[in-house]
């Protein structure tokens, strides 16, 4: 009995031997992904297009090595310390895999780069504030500005030689209560490849309402001094303002104008052209007078 036991227990151990030995044989095929470090690059010279993540290798090798592959942190160094400013070509070399002889490489995805190569450096640029927003009709943009007004920026040469200002959009609405000035932190609009120092700028509008030349007829008060009685050529005066459109759409304004006659210090007896004051309503200011002067005769009482 103990020798049969035995003999089982050593036809065991032959058969998972030769299962093994069969199994680290078998030749397997399958595709590995490597990520691409890249290595040594040119002091100041950037990739701007063409680099990838990874390549993928297909290879054959004993199917217990092939398992266990992807447990393994396998990449491909890329040397681009001898790259120059354009588009080039640079082969994968399979020999530069982080692979042993034990492995047949059959093909490698891909197997070229096309790098386009290109120079980072600085310029100074100026800024082009914009506001950008929905603006009650009666009101009007009157300025934007940025401060600063120039910045920094870095990237390629070939897109930097294209730019030489930016644009800053404040957008804002104002539907309604519309004010003097408004002001906000802003970035650039710059393409992705392009940094800007300062990555922001504050950028302010100033809004003012909309106006319009109107004509008025306004009666001339006339007050003379103490111990005098004036009689004056006219007893109105026409003026032009300029204010607000949203003033003039109804006469209240008219409550809020004066029009005086000026005596002067030292009045005396005698005809006179005399000027005339106007006080006017907020944000009005005047354009022209009709007449210029008014006649006006002092006598004393």
Not at 92 to 100: G, H, T, V, W
Not at 209 to 230: N, Y
Not at 238 to 254: C, D, K, S, V
Request: glycine fraction near 6%; charged fraction near 25%; aromatic fraction near 6%.
């Amino acid at each position: 009995m103990i020798k049969n036991w035995q003999t089982i227990l050593l036809a065991v151990g032959m058969a998972v031997f030769t299962w093994f030995l069969v199994t680290g044989r078998e030749v397997v095929e399958t595709w590995v992904d490597m990520p691409v470090v890249m290595t040594n690059p040119p002091e100041g010279l950037i990739i701007e297009e063409g680099l990838v993540d990874k390549i993928q290798v297909r290879l054959r090798g004993p199917k217990g090595l092939v398992g266990n592959l992807s447990s393994q942190q396998l990449t491909y160094s890329l040397d681009v310390s001898k790259l120059k400013i354009g588009q080039q070509v640079v082969d994968i070399d399979a020999d530069l895999l982080p692979l042993s002889s034990t492995y047949e490489i059959i093909e490698v995805k891909p197997n070229r780069l096309k790098l386009m190569v290109d120079r980072r450096i600085s310029k100074t640029i100026a800024l082009e504030p914009v506001w950008s927003g929905e603006l009650n009709a009666d009101y009007k943009l009157l300025d934007v500005v940025a401060a600063p007004d120039v910045v920094e920026i870095k990237g390629p040469e070939t897109k930097l030689r294209k730019i030489n200002k930016a644009r800053v959009v404040m957008s804002e609405d104002f539907p309604e209560e519309v004010p003097k000035s408004w002001a906000e932190n802003v970035g650039l609009e710059l393409a992705e490849e392009v940094e800007s120092s300062p990555g922001q700028v504050r950028v302010e509008a100033f809004f003012g309402p909309k106006t319009r030349e109107i004509w008025v007829k306004m009666p001339l008060t006339v007050t003379p001094p103490d111990g005098f009685r004036a009689s004056v050529s006219q007893d109105y005066v026409r003026l032009l303002i300029e204010g607000p459109i949203a003033l003039f759409r109804n006469n209240e304004y008219r409550k809020d104008m004066v029009v005086n006659l000026v005596f002067g210090d030292a009045p005396r007896p005698g005809t006179f052209e005399l000027a005339y004051e106007a006080v006017l309503p907020e944000g009005c200011r005047m354009v022209q007078k009709k007449p210029e002067t008014i006649k006006t005769r002092l006598r004393k009482k």
